[in-house]
DNA sequence: CTGAAAGCGCTTACAG
DNA sequence: CTGAAAGCGCTTACAG
């Protein structure tokens, strides 16, 4: 019962008066123990809160073979693309675990030509990876990988975006709806009732991202619950990257100048925005918006964005990279679904 | 040059024809190596790139050797104590470290006697420990102990809050400046130019704590960075914990009813302040408070309290122990002092 | 079904 | 000043 005085297996081979060849392969389920024996030692275990040593396991293991993780994630374009972000946080995770036997491989997919996508996880899985790291953008291919990977018995990690999927699966990101309900309450902070409350989606080629409809649905649903008796007006701008928008009902009123009004931008453009209030005369505005990327980051600063939400993508990379190795070396899946905080910035705390 | 192919310590022998007992007494600064074997080994780790298997490393010395660290905190007085979190960090973190040898004592101090400090230190600096938490609440007593750990070199790592001392020390707190900064912004959107701010100390026992002037600083510094010609009113009223205050100038302000007021409390109590507010009869309040304490959710989910400012205590905690271990280890120190981040938390990220 | 032995990469006590 | 050997706790290939 004492289970401070952390002894090892050979103790419990003594206890058990067996070798530590034997206790090895109850502990790790192996064949070839006769149930006595392994009643006898499984005992032993659990009476003496025996737990294995990690240090030592990994050191004859990382050896002989290193756990091999594939991670398959948008192209990135350039220096400033968001996905440097998770890429270096999985970089520095990594790194800490190298010597106890890691290897990662990147591949990368274009988000607009899902066939990229599939035929990377034809590679990934015909080559052996013991875990893979992925998004779940496209959701035919990532129920077609998540299907092979639960027949193959690969872990999979989904960062970034949750999206239901055939089976369950790991979601390492921040819960969406719940940012959209933070951003309300932020924007309301400064605007109050009486003002005017634009929701405004910025599209990319392939329309609206999921989590940005699911920021929205957060947003809306913490004015429905906390002020339903008010009638605030909340307007929805689909805003096209391209800038050739027409002109809607929501987009007449936020040309007009009359009320203070609160701009919430679903994805990491939102510095597009001051510029064409400033091209339209608005003022009394105020935004708030997704990611530190850097404009972004230079319109907080000089006040034109007044906060920003950070999903934390790097420690995201982190993250994942950790709880996949502590799940393929000691079967603990306890940190495989991770719930991001939603962080807040402002220019003080950027 | 191959830097990717980790090559071990036999490996650096073979290419320095010596015994791998030399290449280890050079790897650690031992003595009894002839300088010029010396100096070919060290010029063959560099070019090899080699870098020690950390994890055999720990296996060989976890058995042998556990380090010890103690922690010096304040009493724990209830189960509700700020300082139970970090204890909680520091729990984690040596649980994730246990097979890798470490061992930790808690010492506990009364901050109304300074002398309870110093008897703890002196029990410590009796008993050979690697390396020690604290806190640097009372300023002669940490110097003692700063001056001391110097001398017996064992790395000391203080938490919470930064105070000068006599020798450049690591601190694992926030910017306390800059919270104050944060807050600031924070109460400055929700009340605007034409409303009434007030600072409020909430005294201890011993008076205002350091931390808590800092934040009042950092607050008044924001105003005075960016709303200096507005001419805002901010008082400052020191508020005594048994609630026999005298009417000062700033109360009568506070207690009048007529302007928007924005009140920043410097330390965990903002939760005596809305129950003030109420028997007051004031309306049209504003409060921004420090810590997540049971009491400060419960009034930030009702709406009474707008912001909360989170240290992250338990955080502090955990990266001290892994911090301490890794330079006791390693010796990197890269991660002694640590600046936490001002995390902001509403009702809907709390 | 079980045991004895070699070995993971590093550290250390001992011998010379 | 230097080397050979034992050992940290676990895993594995081999022998029986």
Redesign the interface.
């Known amino acids: 019962m004492d289970k401070s005085n952390?002894l090892g297996i050979k103790e419990i081979a003594k206890l058990a008066n067996v070798s530590i060849g034997t206790v090895d392969r109850v502990l790790h389920n192996r064949t070839g123990v006769s149930a006595a024996t392994r009643k006898k030692i499984q005992h032993i275990i659990k009476e003496t809160g025996y737990?294995k040593?990690?240090?030592?396991s990994?050191?004859k293991l990382?050896a002989r073979k290193k756990i091999k993780i594939a991670i398959l994630i948008p192209e990135i374009k350039n220096e400033w693309s968001y996905w440097k972000a998770p890429q270096k946080g999985i970089k520095k995770a990594v790194k800490e675990l190298?010597?106890?036997g890691i290897s990662i491989q990147f591949f990368h997919f274009n988000f607009l030509h899902p066939q990229s996508f599939s035929e990377k996880c034809g590679t990934i899985f015909s080559e052996a990876f013991d875990g893979i790291i992925t998004v779940s953008f496209l959701e035919k291919e990532s129920n077609d990988l998540l299907v092979k990977s639960i027949k193959q018995n690969i872990p999979v990690v989904f960062l970034d975006t949750e999206r239901p999927l055939k089976y369950s699966a790991n979601f390492i990101r921040q819960n969406s709806v719940?940012a959209g309900?933070?951003a309300?309450?932020?924007l309301h902070?400064?605007v109050g009732n009486d003002g005017q409350y634009f929701v405004v989606n910025i599209l990319n080629e392939d329309g609206i991202q999921i989590n940005n409809r699911q920021r929205e649905s957060g947003f809306r649903a913490?004015f429905n619950k906390n002020f339903k008796n008010k009638s605030i007006a909340i307007h929805t701008i689909n805003h096209p990257l391209e800038n050739d928008f027409e002109i809607t009902e929501a987009l007449k009123q936020l040309f007009s100048n009359e009320k203070t009004k609160g701009i919430f931008v679903t994805n990491a453009r939102s510095f597009l925005i001051p510029q064409i209030l400033k091209e339209n005369n608005i003022s009394d505005t105020f935004i708030v918006g997704f990611d530190l990327n850097r404009q972004n980051l230079a319109l907080l600063k000089t006040g034109q964005i007044?906060f920003l939400i950070n999903q934390k993508p790097e420690y995201q990379g982190y993250t994942a990279i950790k709880s996949l190795y502590k799940f393929l070396t000691e079967n603990d899946d306890s940190e495989l679904n991770v719930e991001i905080?939603?962080?807040?910035?402002?220019?003080?705390?950027a």
């Open positions: 952390n737990t040593n990690i240090l030592a990994r050191l990382a190298k010597e106890q719940n309900m933070v309300g309450r932020l902070g400064l913490f007044s905080p939603v962080e807040i910035i402002v220019k003080e705390n």
